[in-house]
């Protein structure tokens, strides 16, 4: 028999899921928002608040996409931190990550490290972090907006032969408002020039004591050039991630972020996915803003082909119709056909949104002309 979740159902109705909830437990059952009711039980309910249910609640495909069981306890596993690193231009930031990609990755095993690749993971005494290279404030913006929570540490570059920047305090007040940890990487202290102590006393000008000065800012000196501090950096970052028990379900259907993604002339569209839970495999149906299609092929960071991918794992997925946007959420779809329905629905609901836009518009226009 079809069912509805909680959740779904407060939406349906327009009423909040406590008040949902409560009407349940008068009818003696014990419910949460993620609770599967049966539609006699949903008539019910709906009765309670003067609401006739005529006919069964129709469910998009949307709806039939997003509705995700909830994950026990026992399915949630260990998975690895994503870290991003941000700061000012030039201060280092694609250096470093080079440098910890090639002090990690064992020679020959990448395919050459010098190819551009938005996001990588390393291994540190067999952990593994996830890093992405700075998406750029506006796409870290975007994808913050769409709801992607596609960083647990932020690791803000400083030169040490400069300073605190424009783009630094920006850095500094995303990572603040997203509410991730902040660990400093000053950056460039093989420079003759280089200030730490300058740099950490502009850094408490921001709210950023130095665990060093009895603060909770961890600051890491590093080299780009040199490879000095980036064992440590790498340390610190395990040690933040262990505090924050990050967690994820592998045993379910893959959702994910889209880091980046273009059309390749060979391949079609290809799309950097964060998976941030579940596991992705080759042959799944997915969708990503309008986006559908089914996982043909998928590459790891270091340029093999992989046919599953875990939480925190970033895979460059090839298969999508069309290509989808930096920030859109991937899903692995339960039923074949549903990613291309669910496409469909937003397409039409893109459409309705334009239109009413437009008549919006131009009604307008005629009075401004009047
Ligand atoms: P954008 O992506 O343009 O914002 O810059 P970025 O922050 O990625 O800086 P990038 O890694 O491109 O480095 C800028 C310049 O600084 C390059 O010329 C690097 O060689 C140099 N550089 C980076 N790190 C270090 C370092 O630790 N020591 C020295 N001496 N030079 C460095
Ligand atoms: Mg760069």
Do not use: C
């Not at 008068?26 to 003067?50: H, K, R, W």
């Not at 665990?211 to 040199?226: D, F, L, R, Y």
């Not at 790891?300 to 599953?308: A, Q, R, S």
């Amino acid at each position: 028999e079809e069912t509805i979740s909680v959740k779904l159902f407060s939406e349906k109705i327009g009423k909040p899921v406590s008040e949902i909830l409560k009407k349940l437990l008068l009818l003696g059952m014990m419910s949460t928002i993620n609770s599967q009711i049966d539609f006699d039980t949903a008539t019910l309910v709906a009765g309670e608040f003067g609401i006739e249910l005529e006919q069964k609640i129709e469910k998009t495909a949307e709806d039939i996409l997003i509705e995700e069981a909830p994950d026990t306890e026992e399915q949630l596993l260990k998975r690895p931190p994503i870290v991003t690193i941000m700061g000012h231009v030039d201060h280092g930031k694609t250096s470093l990550l080079d440098k910890i990609r090639q002090s990690k990755v064992t020679e020959g095993e990448a395919g050459g490290i010098t190819q551009h690749i938005g996001a990588y993971q390393v291994e540190l005494n067999g952990e593994k972090i996830t890093f992405i290279d700075t998406p750029g404030h506006e796409a870290f913006t975007a994808m913050r907006a769409r709801g992607a929570q596609v960083t647990d540490i932020a690791i803000i570059v400083v030169a040490a032969d400069d300073g605190i920047m424009p783009q630094t305090v920006e850095a500094i007040n995303h990572a603040k408002s997203a509410d991730v940890p902040i660990i400093v990487a000053v950056n460039k202290i093989d420079r003759p020039n280089a200030n730490v102590q300058k740099i950490m006393q502009e850094l408490t000008e921001h709210d950023l004591l130095p665990e060093e000065w009895g603060g909770q800012t961890i600051v890491v000196p590093v080299s780009a050039k040199t490879g000095e501090g980036i064992e440590k950096l790498l340390e610190m970052i395990l040690l933040v991630a262990e505090v924050q028990e990050l967690k994820a379900n592998p045993d379910r259907l893959a959702k994910g972020t889209i880091v980046e993604a273009q059309l390749d002339k060979g391949r079609g569209p290809v799309a950097t996915v964060l998976v941030e839970t579940g596991t992705l495999r080759t042959g799944d149906t997915i969708i990503a803003g309008t986006a559908y299609g089914r996982v043909r092929a998928m590459v790891n960071d270091l340029g093999k082909t992989v046919n599953e991918a875990f939480p925190s794992q970033p895979v460059e997925v090839i298969g999508f119709s069309e290509v989808p946007a930096a920030g859109d959420i991937l899903h692995a779809a339960p039923a074949d056909k549903l990613s291309k329905q669910v496409a469909e629905e937003r397409k039409d609901k893109q459409k309705a949104e334009m239109l009413k836009k437009m008549s919006k518009v131009s009604l307008d226009d005629l009075f401004n002309q009047i």
